[in-house]
């Protein structure tokens, strides 16, 4: 089946800093890569997707990145800001499946 | 906005105990999905149903787990009996049709404690 790799496992930065989290994954046939983020005691919400057809995708300060033939994507957030503060998860959707293998997440912490 | 529900939100029984666990997912949304997710890491499928049928169950310890959504719509997981290893979030999720490319929208959770 599917594995996820996520990277780092916490990270801090400066408010206003750029951060980064990588992710690999197994499954050369995976085609579609979404990134949750989970804030304390609260539900993992979607923040940006990407499917296998699309190299780069942007919404305001986030943007992911994927890389098919490395079968790695990274999520890039710009000028971060305390509230961006969470657990953040990368998952991928395996071939002949809907369902999704996440990785075991990235605490981010903005310091002000 | 319509919201993926769950009950009850926290639960703490004694090991060999039976709990159960509710979700009522967006309206509409034909696929439920029940995940597990242990402190510090991902969510883990456990059971996923396309309308009342299974599709994958095969991370779900059968044993002392069962999941059930007998009209299509709400669902319940039952552990019986639970042991501390059980103790984790239970997330519930739902998606419109199970598709590559639709989005699952995540309830609240379940904080189970099993002592």
């Known amino acids: 089946g599917e594995n996820v790799e996520q990277h780092p496992s916490t990270l801090s930065v400066q408010e206003g800093d750029s951060a980064v989290i990588k992710c690999t994954y197994s499954?050369?046939?995976?085609?579609?890569f979404p990134w949750y983020k989970q804030e304390l005691g609260k539900r993992p919400q979607l923040i940006i997707d990407?499917?296998?057809?699309?190299g780069e995708k942007k919404d305001q300060r986030i943007a992911v990145t994927l890389n098919k033939t490395a079968k790695h994507f990274s999520l890039h957030i710009t000028e971060t800001q305390p509230e961006d503060s969470a657990v953040y998860f990368c998952?991928?959707?395996?071939?002949?499946?809907?369902?999704?293998?996440f990785g075991k997440g990235t605490k981010l912490s903005v310091i002000p | 906005e319509a919201e993926v529900a769950q009950s009850p939100r926290y639960k703490i029984t004694e090991k060999s105990q039976a709990v159960a666990f509710w979700c009522d997912p967006i309206?509409?949304?034909?696929?439920l999905y029940w995940y597990r997710q242990i402190l510090g890491q991902g969510p883990e499928l456990l059971v996923q149903?396309?309308?009342?049928?299974?599709?994958?169950d095969s991370q779900l310890p059968k044993d002392r787990f069962s999941a059930e959504r007998l009209k299509g719509v709400d669902s319940t997981l039952k552990i019986q009996p639970a042991e501390l290893g059980d103790s984790a979030m239970y997330l519930c999720?739902?998606?419109?049709?199970?598709?590559?490319?639709?989005?699952?929208?995540f309830g609240p959770g379940t904080r189970l404690t099993v002592l």
């Open positions: 999720a739902s998606s419109q049709t199970g598709g590559f490319y639709n989005e699952q929208f």
């Open positions: 499954d050369s046939a995976s085609n579609y």
């Open positions: 990407i499917r296998s057809n699309v």
């Open positions: 998952a991928a959707s395996g071939a002949g499946s809907y369902q999704l293998t």
């Open positions: 309206s509409g949304h034909a696929t």
């Open positions: 149903f396309q309308d009342e049928s299974v599709v994958d």
